[in-house]
């Protein structure tokens, strides 16, 4: 068995305006823990300033026409979402992502993102607990699991609700860097870490 | 007894070069939430975008010299806080607004900044974990509180290391607001809040 040399992942977080402001910087807190195994930026349709649903104007580092290749892709939710559903741009460039990336991972409605790029076609999926009626009607293809804290399905990894984004987070790390890196990453933000993907108080 | 009219409290977050992400996005998710109770904005020494150690540059909304009054002041931690503990323009700024504001609140090593300004000379308080013989280096006029998630002394509120600070938030919504707007905000970002003050895991 050879060993894999260790490489550099590039992580990036996509925003909108109006995204929730913890389901983008929940991860971002993990991921950015190892800065020796991730690089991390933040991308958008158009680089700069980009404000949150609470307000909070965080810095898109890339726009769509110059980000650069992804390894890890992460698409949070927010009411934002919403009319990003409509935006055949931001569908092009996910189901292109999509097709790059050696992982794809959603936070509560960013899961809505990805049905309607047709991204979650036949696979297991979760999102917020208050969207699947609107999931549902999104689309029929997709198999919604109600009660889960994230569900992974291949290089498919959507969480539920905000705060489940970190959970699923540490659990990406795990999968990729063993569960010492993911323990020291919760260890370090004192982040009671919920490890159990069926542990969903919220469902 | 008169039922209190109610206001809307202005909720500032300090930004620094270097802050951890989660220090302070973490907060705003939870005061955000509530947007009929909070205006959320967030300052740094100036205006504009503002680094994170994971490089996640949040735009500050107003600088020293143009931030309007505010109720609640958030002070986050992160490596980047121990160049700040040296800048008597930050300590003199942090004491202007101790002396304004109903609640200052911090989280992680951003007690330490509390620290050096002399703001807790005398008060119970806690900080990271791993800082606490810096802590008492800096100040041993402080009672530092080693098990603790948060502590409460008067109009302080400081919180243990980067996630503690989301207990933190939802119990000082729970003070200022009751316990039904926490338990909202809390459910609203399927967050399993640990209510409890003394339940420290990580001390």
Request: hydrophobic fraction near 45%.
């Amino acid at each position: 068995m050879t060993q894999e040399s260790p490489r550099k992942r590039r992580a990036g977080v996509l925003l909108f305006e109006r995204f929730e402001t913890l389901d983008a910087c929940g991860p971002m807190e993990m991921f950015g823990t190892l800065p020796g195994d991730f690089e991390l930026l933040t991308v958008a349709r158009e680089s700069g300033p980009v404000a949150s649903v609470h307000g909070v104007r965080v810095y898109a580092d890339y726009g769509f026409a110059d980000c650069p290749p992804l390894d890890i892709l992460l698409v949070p939710g927010g009411i934002g979402s919403r009319k990003e559903l409509k935006d055949p741009a931001v569908l092009d460039w996910l189901r292109a992502q999509y097709a790059a990336v050696e992982l794809m991972t959603s936070v509560c409605t960013g899961a809505l993102l990805l049905a309607a790029a047709g991204i979650l076609d036949g696979k297991r999926a979760t999102s917020n607990k208050r969207v699947f009626d609107e999931a549902l009607a999104l689309s029929g293809k997709v198999m919604w699991i109600r009660h889960a804290r994230w569900v992974e399905d291949g290089n498919l990894v959507t969480s539920s609700g905000v705060s489940a984004g970190m959970d699923m987070a540490l659990a990406v790390i795990e999968r990729l860097l063993g569960s010492e890196k993911a323990e020291f990453v919760a260890q370090n933000a004192e982040y009671l870490w919920n490890r159990d993907p069926d542990n969903d108080p919220f469902a």
